[in-house]
């Protein structure tokens, strides 16, 4: 059974202050990984697919990075409006076209 | 106006009522999705189509059920509601599988709540 997890669950930065967010995957043959932000009562806004380990992605302050077994998603110098939950999913070659997405981290940056 | 539109957006119902939750888009995606959100627990598949004529279910599909009106619509019902399916919840569409993987996209989501 494909098994996603994200950490931390929570993460509070300092506004500049860069750090990551991990997505560790467990999958029967990876098709794409999938980032999502999802700001309070809205639906998830598509950030980057991954397909191969080795890739990397980047939207402003965002890179999104690829292993065999995790991602990474790095918030560079983040802003007040970097704030919201990531989220990552995973796309198996036995999913069939289903997402399997991970909790969440809920990102909040201060000024 | 968005892509993938979602009816209604807040409701309230009673234990025992059947409601429906409809959705509605515009992308011209074949693909069709009905997902569950609760804190905590992430986004969890209760329904899917990948055409009209194809309905699956997902991984907590029980008490719900799904219909596809057309390419752009499917609806969600709960015959009825309880309130353990109190949650918010999405519609999402994606473009038929090209072999790379398929990037979901979703609605804005509707608040139902059951008292």
């Known amino acids: 059974e494909d098994q996603v997890t994200q950490s931390p669950e929570a993460l509070r930065l300092q506004e500049g202050e860069s750090s990551s967010l991990n997505c560790s995957y467990t999958?029967?043959?990876?098709?794409?990984l999938f980032w999502y932000r999802q700001d309070p009562g809205k639906g998830p806004e598509f950030l980057f697919t991954?397909?191969?380990a080795g890739e990397e992605k980047e939207k402003e302050r965002l890179k999104a990075t690829l292993t065999k077994k995790e991602s990474f998603l790095h918030i560079t110098a983040p802003k007040p409006e970097d704030s919201a939950t990531y989220l990552c999913?995973?796309?198996?070659?036995?999913?069939?076209?289903?997402?399997?997405f991970g909790a969440g981290t809920q990102v909040v940056v201060t000024p | 106006d968005a892509d993938v539109t979602q009816t209604p957006r807040n409701r309230i119902t009673k234990t025992g009522k059947r409601i429906m939750l409809e959705c509605s888009q515009t992308?011209?995606?074949?693909?069709m999705y009905w997902y569950r959100q609760d804190p905590g627990l992430g986004l969890r598949l209760i329904y899917y189509?990948?055409?009209?004529?194809?309905?699956n279910k997902g991984e907590i599909s029980d008490g719900y059920s799904v219909s596809r009106q057309a390419q752009a619509k499917f609806s969600l019902s709960l015959e009825s509601a309880i309130p353990n399916q109190t949650a918010l919840y999405f519609c999402?569409?994606?473009?038929?599988?090209?072999?790379?993987?398929?990037?979901?996209?979703f609605g804005e989501g509707s608040w139902l709540t059951v008292v």
């Open positions: 189509s990948f055409d009209v004529k194809d309905i």
């Open positions: 992308k011209g995606h074949d693909r």
């Open positions: 999958v029967s043959g990876l098709r794409g």
């Open positions: 999913a995973v796309l198996s070659v036995r999913s069939w076209g289903k997402l399997q």
């Open positions: 999402a569409t994606s473009e038929s599988d090209k072999g790379a993987g398929n990037t979901i996209y």
């Open positions: 991954l397909y191969s």
